[in-house]
């Protein structure tokens, strides 16, 4: 007897769980660190909004804030949940939501509307504790950047959810 050898070609996809959060434990950051309220807290898992519970990402009092996440790879986003800190302290509001299939050119808001194939969101109110954006598009990295020139950004978790 002789011996036969094959070649298979697998193409490995990017795993989906089963709630569609792609977002879930990808690297985050954000534009400064407010104390231990580091980017990774909102795509922990854990939405609540309870600023003591160690689950809130948070920046500093900063010139347009933002917060982002690389998902590692790109997906067809469906939607883009939103969950805020829920104390009512560091509202939500006059805010973006960007997405991209490449790495954005800078952390200026303005610039990175302009870059190249960056779809975006904009809501000039005050957002709700739970925010569902309907995307439709497909993107690697999500950003949201509030526009106000002295504010505070604070995001329990950010679910992107894949179409």
């Not at 569609?20 to 400064?32: D, E, H, P, T, Y």
């Not at 600023?51 to 900063?62: K, M, P, R, Y």
């Not at 200026?108 to 954006?133: F, K, R």
């Amino acid at each position: 007897g002789g011996s036969d050898t094959r070649t298979v070609e697998i193409d490995v996809l990017s795993t989906i769980p089963a709630d569609g959060n792609v977002a879930l434990g990808r690297a985050a950051i954000q534009s400064a660190t407010d104390g231990g309220a580091i980017a990774s807290r909102a795509v922990d898992g854990n939405s609540s909004g309870d600023f003591s519970l160690d689950s809130v990402a948070q920046t500093i009092s900063t010139l347009t804030p933002l917060w982002e996440v690389d998902l590692g790879a790109v997906y067809d986003i469906g939607t883009i949940e939103l969950y805020l800190r829920d104390d009512g302290v560091n509202l939500l509001n006059n805010y973006y939501v960007l997405v991209s299939e490449n790495p954005f050119s800078s952390g200026n808001l303005n610039a990175a509307l302009t870059d190249p194939g960056v779809w975006y969101y904009q809501d000039a109110g005050t957002a709700d504790l739970l925010e569902s954006i309907t995307v439709g598009v497909l993107g690697r990295y999500v950003r949201v950047q509030m526009a106000g020139v002295d504010d505070v950004l604070a995001l329990a978790e950010v679910k992107v959810i894949s179409a």
